[in-house]
């Protein structure tokens, strides 16, 4: 599934290892997320879309 997490993290000069603080997971996954190699729980995109200010349907995307 593709992401727009990188776009959003970077506006808002939060950190790999910081969104991953904030989420509870670690800096490489976040980073994994990032680059498509992982998909997220349910409760973890909630938990992304939440600590980056945006819906969860505008941080994930179908292909």
Known sequence: ???HIK????QKGISQG???ELCC???QTINAIENEKYSPSLQL???LAKHLG???DELFFAE
């Open 1 to 3: 599934m593709k992401n």
């Open 7 to 10: 776009k959003y993290r970077e």
């Open 18 to 20: 910081k969104l991953g």
């Open 25 to 27: 997971v670690s800096r």
């Open 45 to 47: 995109a909630f938990d």
């Open 54 to 56: 945006v819906k969860v």
